[in-house]
């Protein structure tokens, strides 16, 4: 067993920055939050981005010049959202992979979100799968339901490994509408992970309150972790999230008591086949 790779999520698509004061929105809060979570552990962070309005937004500019921040001033793999927010067009979260990432998301089906729908057809899926291998983009893939890992085989007996040839698997768990954050679906979805290429690894994070059930399973069960705000905002009943410091810090904690200590940049991108800068 290695150790954890950490993945970061500091901002989403849902949470509003009147509601949620400490989400980080500009392209300075979300370097320095970057930094910090960077230097407590953090191998991995998931970008979404909002506009001058903090509401999100996938302005091509923004996206390439959040890129282009973050790598001068860190070395955490950069990961951008193709999933965005769940009004936006397909064209849209397909041009993202023009800003450069060195990984984006890649969601393995249609799963109903709270009140709305995140909708992912199968030959959307195919052409952000096909793009990241032709621009050299490594994909993770998002799971929120267990019938996604079989698409997820589909899409690889059909259209070829990803770039880097390392499968690399998110659990999204305690969306309202897809699996439920629980231990037992976790096992689920690790048991069917088995029947994936050789080598195949996962990340878990749980929304809300099942953040913690979630870390403890995938940990326990050599998984990853993702953490931040995109996920959670409340860190115990009545103490909403002061930073995603502070949900990273819990993480790399979790991940000593497991004797899983924080993987570095340098592991990561060996362990998922990203390219060294
Ligand atoms: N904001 C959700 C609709 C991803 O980043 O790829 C989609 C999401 C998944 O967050
Ligand atoms: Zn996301």
């Given at each position: 067993?290695?150790?954890?790779?950490?993945?970061?999520?500091?901002?989403?698509?849902?949470?509003?920055?009147?509601?949620?004061?400490?989400?980080?929105?500009?392209?300075?809060?979300?370097?320095?939050?970057?930094?910090?979570?960077?230097?407590?552990?953090?191998?991995?962070?998931?970008?979404?981005?909002?506009?001058?309005?903090?509401?999100?937004?996938?302005?091509?500019?923004?996206?390439?010049?959040?890129?282009?921040?973050?790598?001068?001033?860190?070395?955490?793999?950069?990961?951008?959202?193709?999933?965005?927010?769940?009004?936006?067009?397909?064209?849209?979260?397909?041009?993202?992979?023009?800003?450069?990432?060195?990984?984006?998301?890649?969601?393995?089906?249609?799963?109903?979100?709270g009140?709305?729908?995140?909708?992912?057809?199968?030959?959307?899926?195919?052409?952000?799968?096909?793009?990241?291998?032709?621009r050299?983009?490594?994909?993770e893939?998002?799971?929120?339901?267990?019938?996604?890992?079989?698409?997820?085989?589909?899409?690889?007996?059909?259209?070829?490994?990803?770039?880097?040839?390392?499968?690399?698997?998110?659990?999204?768990?305690?969306?309202?509408?897809?699996?439920?954050?629980?231990?037992?679906?976790?096992v689920?979805?690790?048991?069917?992970?088995?029947?994936?290429?050789?080598?195949?690894?996962?990340?878990?994070?749980?929304?809300?309150?099942?953040?913690?059930?979630?870390?403890?399973?995938?940990?326990?069960?050599?998984?990853?972790?993702?953490?931040?705000?995109?996920?959670?905002?409340?860190?115990?009943?009545?103490?909403?999230?002061?930073?995603?410091?502070?949900?990273?810090?819990?993480?790399?904690?979790?991940?000593?008591?497991?004797?899983?200590p924080?993987?570095?940049?340098?592991?990561?991108?060996?362990?998922?086949?990203?390219?060294?800068?």
């Open positions: 067993m290695t150790g954890t790779l950490i993945t970061v999520a500091p901002t989403g698509a849902e949470s509003s920055k009147a509601a949620v004061p400490a989400l980080p929105v500009t392209i300075d809060e979300l370097v320095a939050t970057a930094k910090e979570c960077e230097a407590l552990g953090a191998a991995i962070i998931h970008v979404h981005i909002r506009d001058d309005a903090a509401e999100p937004t996938l302005d091509p500019g923004r996206l390439r010049d959040t890129v282009a921040a973050l790598r001068q001033s860190t070395d955490l793999i950069i990961q951008l959202s193709s999933g965005g927010a769940v009004t936006d067009p397909e064209a849209a979260r397909l041009a993202v992979l023009d800003a450069g990432p060195e990984m984006a998301s890649c969601t393995m089906g249609t799963v109903n979100f009140d709305a729908v995140f909708l992912n057809r199968w030959d959307f899926i195919v052409d952000l799968h096909t793009r990241m291998a032709e050299g983009i490594v994909p893939y998002e799971i929120f339901d267990l019938g996604q890992l079989t698409t997820l085989q589909r899409l690889l007996d059909r259209h070829g490994l990803p770039y880097g040839g390392h499968v690399h698997v998110d659990l999204v768990m305690g969306v309202p509408g897809g699996m439920p954050g629980t231990a037992e679906a976790l689920a979805c690790h048991r069917a992970i088995r029947d994936l290429p050789e080598g195949t690894t996962f990340s878990a994070t749980g929304i809300g309150r099942t953040t913690l059930p979630v870390m403890l399973a995938s940990l326990s069960a050599g998984g990853h972790l993702r953490v931040g705000m995109e996920d959670t905002v409340t860190y115990a009943k009545g103490r909403p999230v002061e930073s995603n410091m502070q949900l990273v810090a819990r993480a790399v904690g979790f991940a000593q008591l497991a004797q899983r924080p993987l570095t940049t340098t592991e990561a991108r060996e362990l998922l086949g990203v390219p060294a800068r």
